[in-house]
T-cell receptor, first 116, second 117 residues
Framework: AQSVAQPEDQVNVAEGNPLTVKCTYS??????LFWYVQYPNRGLQFLLK??????LVKGSYGFEAEFNKSQTSFHLKKPSALVSDSALYFC??????????????FGAGTQVVVTP | GAVVSQHPSWVICKSGTSVKIECRSL??????MFWYRQFPKQSLMLMAT?????????EQGVEKDKFLINHASLTLSTLTVTSAHPEDSSFYIC?????????????FGEGSRLTVL
């Protein structure tokens, strides 16, 4: 079985400060990990993904995430948050050997609030 | 990245009527698309897998007679909410599977907000 945990319902950060959104996962075998962002009444926008290779993945809009196999984590980070980063963020995982993309497991989501 | 278009973005209907939502992959062919439902401040819940040329596969607890899915072409899947009731009001999102490359990837539509009065 696959699962994703986003332990924080909401993260508050001041503009210009570093932003971290936490994600831990459980999957059989090697994971295929994603971060998506969702603005109100919009679909999911892809930020970045990890399959194999370098543990530090760089994505869109200045975001990056670090894959940590020993801690089964894939935390999303941004060095300097912007007010426009305020949105709902989803972590997702799928086993690389899992054929069905319907098995892509989403976390509960973390609301990021960046204050001016 | 690839583009998936969903239409309409917003729809308001009266109780008892049916509503159709379209999901199109604009620049690639998708034999597989997925339909999700999202409640406020919650994650996406997979409703069904839409397979081109065959019947959709529904997740447990999803009424297939209520949520009709048709995937008649490689670029279009439709979700019809039949005899809609206020409890069907929700945000519906589709995704299309791109099978290019080694691992494939999902691309999401912009979502459709359904309000049933």
């Amino acid at each position: 079985a696959q699962s994703v945990a986003q332990p924080e319902d909401q993260v508050n950060v001041a503009e210009g400060n570093p932003l971290t959104v936490k994600c831990t996962y459980s999957v059989s075998g090697n994971p295929y990990l994603f971060w998506y962002v969702q603005y109100p009444n919009r679909g999911l926008q892809f930020l970045l993904k990890y399959i194999t290779g370098d543990n530090l993945v760089k994505g869109s809009y200045g975001f990056e995430a670090e894959f940590n196999k020993s801690q089964t984590s894939f935390h999303l980070k941004k060095p300097s948050a912007l007010v426009s980063d305020s949105a709902l963020y989803f972590c997702a995982v799928k086993g690389l050997t899992t054929d069905s993309w319907g098995k892509l497991q989403f976390g509960a989501g973390t609301q990021v609030v960046v204050t001016p | 990245g690839a583009v998936v278009s969903q239409h309409p973005s917003w729809v308001i209907c009266k109780s008892g009527t049916s509503v159709k939502i379209e999901c199109r992959s604009l620049d690639f062919q998708a034999t597989t698309m997925f339909w999700y439902r999202q409640f406020p401040k919650q994650s996406l819940m997979l409703m069904a897998t839409s397979n081109e040329g065959s019947k959709a596969t529904y997740e447990q607890g999803v009424e297939k007679d209520k949520f009709l899915i048709n995937h008649a072409s490689l670029t279009l899947s439709t979700l019809t909410v039949t005899s809609a009731h206020p409890e069907d009001s929700s945000f519906y999102i589709c995704s299309a599977l791109w099978t290019g490359g080694n691992t494939g990837e999902l691309f999401f539509g912009e979502g459709s907000r359904l309000t049933v009065l």
